[in-house]
């Protein structure tokens, strides 16, 4: 059986990297919107 190999550093990096990517996305603004204003979200896949 073959493990994967993890670089912890480089792991932070990529995390931070699409944590930015997806934290920034519209539908994860309408996300937090819908919440706080507590209505069903309207993702639009962007």
Request: proline share 4%; charged share 30%.
């Amino acid at each position: 059986m073959r493990l994967a190999q993890v670089d912890p550093a480089r792991a932070d990096e990529r995390l931070g990297h699409w944590q930015s990517l997806v934290f920034s996305s519209d539908d994860a603004k309408e996300g937090a919107a819908a919440f706080v204003e507590k209505r069903a979200p309207v993702w639009q896949g962007r």
